[in-house]
């Protein structure tokens, strides 16, 4: 199920109306070039209406301005020069009114004349993308985007107006061809992409009830920012159809510690396959992590209770019992026990000892499975502060025939977050 987290954000990935406008007519009102010496002129038979009309425009007479410019457009011949010039001000004069339709469409009209320069055709190509998108006209914000693209000057975020405006009509398909394009364009820029890129395939995915893809979704997210709000919906739709044991455990180790349990139950049942593995300290620590979270329900409390209590009398057993491991550990050739022993030291929170043991238990080699012992090795250096040491530990994990190979993908995911 998707999150409430993910949402169109047009905001993120657009200049606001206003702001749009602003930028196209940074600078004051378009010179009308009555008297440029150079390049195209304004015809003679309307300098009178346009140099009054630049002035009412600088003075911010607005709608005189526009007065001036429909006499200067009602004069004729008009040379494409001069279309051009009077559609320029007069979308300068609808902006300042509040007017954006009449400003997209006056820009419309300029680019129409055939009279601008490469510099004019850039900035009314623009202007008409902003407005049409924050007018909601999705397939002519569509149009006008690749225009700025093959004019070389498609930025990400062009990319991604594209690729939301396609969504909002419904091709996810070309959606996802222009989010992908926004994402490679930002790195191309030496930057990091927007989460809104990522969250637009993502809700294609999801309006697709495209299982597959939503966790392709997730796992980008989760790449570009590590955070919890996606990592549980991730480890929630990998899990959803897992039945092995030592998966499930795998996926709630790592719920656990990007600290993406949101739920009571989460909790229980990892606790539950811990102390099923033989692993009880650590499952006490998952149980009081969740009582402290105040994820646990009412309903849940007494089984909780009597989960905790459980398992704190097995781990006690083990506290006691562990110079007997270490002893038996020593004298056996074999790594299993030292493996165990360091699962044993990670759950009472001794990561130290646990790097040694494990380490060790690597060195003698028959260990049951080595992807455990690789797991809890890399998470007790983490626990150490050594990522270096904790991110060459899950590496290795590579190196194990039977890991599934989903279970491999989250884990390097998790290492190349580590910092």
């Known amino acids: 199920m998707i999150p409430a987290i993910i949402e169109i954000r047009s905001r993120s990935l657009l200049v606001s109306a206003a702001i749009a406008a602003a930028l196209m007519c940074a600078g004051g009102a378009p010179a009308a070039r009555a008297a440029a010496p150079k390049g195209p ?78 510099a004019d055709t ?60 926004a994402i490679a364009a930002s790195r191309k820029a030496g930057k990091p992409p927007q989460e809104g890129y990522y969250q637009i395939k993502l809700r294609c995915a999801f309006d697709a009830n495209d299982t597959a893809a939503e966790v392709a979704g997730y796992e980008d997210l989760v790449r570009l920012t590590n955070k919890s709000e996606y990592w ?54 998952v149980v009081q992590k969740a009582l402290a979270s105040g994820v646990v329900t009412p309903d849940q409390m007494d089984r909780t209770n009597r989960l905790l209590k459980a398992m704190q009398a097995r781990a006690n057993i083990d506290k006691k019992g562990i110079p007997g491991y270490v002893r038996d550990a020593n004298k056996s050739p074999a790594g299993q026990l030292d493996a165990a022993l360091g699962e044993v030291y990670y759950g009472f ?31 007790a250096q983490q626990a150490l502060k050594n990522t270096a040491a904790a991110k060459k530990a899950f590496a290795q994990l590579k190196t194990v025939p039977s890991v599934d190979p989903g279970i491999l993908k989250l884990w390097r995911i998790y290492a190349a977050n580590l910092s």
């Not at 600088?58 to 279309?83: I, M, R, V, Y």
């Open 232 to 285: 549980n919906p991730l480890l929630r739709l990998v899990r959803q159809d897992e039945r092995k044991d030592s998966n499930l455990l795998m996926i709630y180790r790592i719920m656990y510690n990007t600290n993406s349990m949101k739920v009571g139950s989460d909790y229980m049942e990892m606790a539950q396959l811990l102390g099923d593995a033989g692993l009880p300290a650590e499952a006490t620590a």
């Open 41 to 118: 002129q304004i015809s003679r038979s309307i300098a009178r209406e346009m140099i009054a009309a630049q002035k009412a425009l600088q003075t911010g007479h607005w709608n005189d301005g526009l007065t001036d410019l429909k006499k200067a457009e009602a004069k004729s011949p008009l040379t494409g020069f001069d279309h051009k010039t009077i559609d320029d001000l007069k979308s300068f004069a609808y902006v300042k009114l509040g007017n954006m339709k009449a400003a997209e469409q006056s820009w419309e009209a300029a680019l129409s004349t055939g009279a601008c320069s490469p």
């Open 349 to 379: 929170g001794d990561y130290q000892s646990a790097v040694q043991s494990i380490t060790r238990a690597l060195q003698k080699g028959q260990i049951k499975d080595p992807a455990v012992a690789y797991v809890y090795l890399g998470l």
């Open 122 to 181: 850039l900035r009314f190509t623009r202007a008409v993308f902003q407005l049409s998108y924050n007018a909601h006209e999705y397939a002519k914000s569509i149009v006008y985007g690749k225009k700025l693209a093959d004019l070389g000057a498609a930025s990400p975020d062009i990319y991604a107006v594209v690729g939301q405006s396609y969504y909002l009509t419904k091709d996810c398909r070309n959606a996802g061809v222009y989010m992908d394009k």
